[in-house]
T-cell receptor, first 114, second 115 residues
Framework: GNSVTQMEGPVTLSEEAFLTINCTYT??????LFWYVQYPGEGLQLLLKATKADDKGSNKGFEATYRKETTSFHLEKGSVQVSDSAVYFCALTLYGAAGNKLTFGGGTRVLVKP | GAGVSQSPSNKVTEKGKDVELRCDPI?????LYWYRQSLGQGLEFLIY????????KSGLPSDRFSAERTGGSVSTLTIQRTQQEDSAVYLC?????????????FGSGTQLSVL
């Protein structure tokens, strides 16, 4: 089956620190990969995506590169802000599979302190 | 509003009671998903609707769970004879493409607490 594994949180760091959230996946086909973010009190929203190997998704200073050889899609940001405090979810979908539904990882809570 | 709307935002119920959770997707979106987010867990897929096709119910955890989507728009998730382990945030999402992963729009969820 398909699954996504991401590092457990919470991750606590200071403003301007470097953030990495590891994400690895298993899939029965060639998935597209996503990072979703859930800010406090808000619904999940798409942060970035990559649809093929070596693609780099980027948004709001965050980046993630689709690594097929290591089945990974680690999320990085060079200098975090307090406003980046949120829960981050790695996810995949296999187009053509029933429903094209997203399979999510367990989420990683990030807390950025001033 | 233009977003996915869920109601109620919070629901407290007693064990054994039935509950109904409502989702209003974004107008024109043909795909609708229900997920469950339990404390300390990831998002668990429950059910998927796409247009007039038969729904994908593969994620429903038991026969106490059911969902309908009337007129291709509003959806209701029903949990019968609720149990304490049903306590979670129930999230609805919609998409305007069959390739739903491209961009799902999520509602803020219904926090269900079963006492």
């Amino acid at each position: 089956g398909n699954s996504v594994t991401q590092m457990e949180g919470p991750v606590t760091l200071s403003e301007e620190a470097f953030l990495t959230i590891n994400c690895t996946y298993t899939a029965t086909g060639y998935p597209s990969l996503f990072w979703y973010v859930q800010y406090p009190g808000e619904g999940l929203q798409l942060l970035l995506k990559a649809t093929k190997a070596d693609d780099k998704g980027s948004n709001k200073g965050f980046e993630a590169t689709y690594r097929k050889e290591t089945t990974s899609f680690h999320l990085e940001k060079g200098s975090v802000q307090v406003s980046d405090s949120a829960v981050y979810f790695c996810a995949l979908t296999l187009y053509g599979a029933a429903g094209n539904k997203l399979t999510f990882g367990g989420g990683t809570r990030v807390l950025v302190k001033p | 509003g233009a977003g996915v709307s869920q109601s109620p935002s919070n629901k407290v119920t007693e064990k054994g009671k039935d509950v109904e959770l409502r989702c209003d997707p974004i107008s024109g979106h043909t795909a609708l998903y229900w997920y469950r987010q339990s404390l300390g867990q990831g998002l668990e897929f429950l059910i998927y609707f796409q247009g007039n096709s038969a729904p994908d119910k593969s994620g429903l955890p038991s026969d106490r769970f059911s969902a309908e989507r009337t007129g291709g728009s509003v959806s209701t998730l029903t949990i019968q004879r609720t149990q304490q382990e049903d306590s979670a945030v129930y999230l609805c999402a919609s998409s305007d493409k069959q390739g739903g992963g491209e961009k799902l729009f999520f509602g803020s969820g219904t926090q269900l607490s079963v006492l």
